[in-house]
C-alpha cells in the first residue's frame, strides 16, 4: 500500500491550497482516512479525519478554514485549505493507519 500526497507549495496569507492524498494497492472506502502536519521542531499533529460514511473532524486551529473530502472511486482524499496563515506552514501527511504518505510542504508566506 502507497499514499502520495501533493498539491503543497507556497502561497501567501490569505490563500488556498488543496491538497490531494492518492492510495495505491488497496481500497479505501472502509478507512478511516486523516491529515497530519508537521512544523520543523514541532511534533506531528492531526489536523482532520474523515469516517468511511464521510464525517470530518477537525482540530481547533483549522476549524472553518480546511475541509475534508474523499472520493472513494477514485482512492483519494483532499484537504481544500482556505485563509492560509504563517502558522500553517508544515509538511501535510496522509495517513490510512498504518500507512503513511511521505508528505507534501506547505509554506504561508509573503
Known amino acids: 500500500v502507497q499514499l502520495v500526497e501533493s498539491g503543497g507549495g507556497l502561497v501567501q496569507p490569505g490563500g488556498s491550497l488543496k491538497l490531494s492524498c492518492t492510495v495505491h494497492g488497496s481500497m479505501i472506502e472502509n478507512q478511516n482516512m486523516a491529515w497530519h502536519r508537521q512544523a520543523p521542531g514541532n511534533q506531528r499533529e492531526l489536523v482532520a479525519t474523515i469516517t468511511p460514511h464521510g464525517i470530518p473532524t477537525y482540530v481547533d486551529a483549522v476549524k472553518d478554514r480546511f475541509i475534508i473530502s474523499r472520493d472513494n472511486a477514485k482512492k483519494i482524499v483532499y484537504l481544500q485549505m482556505n485563509d492560509l496563515k504563517p502558522e500553517d506552514t508544515a509538511r501535510y501527511y496522509c495517513?490510512?493507519?498504518?500507512?503513511w504518505g511521505h508528505g507534501t510542504q506547505v509554506t504561508v508566506s509573503s
Open positions: 495517513s490510512m493507519i498504518p500507512f
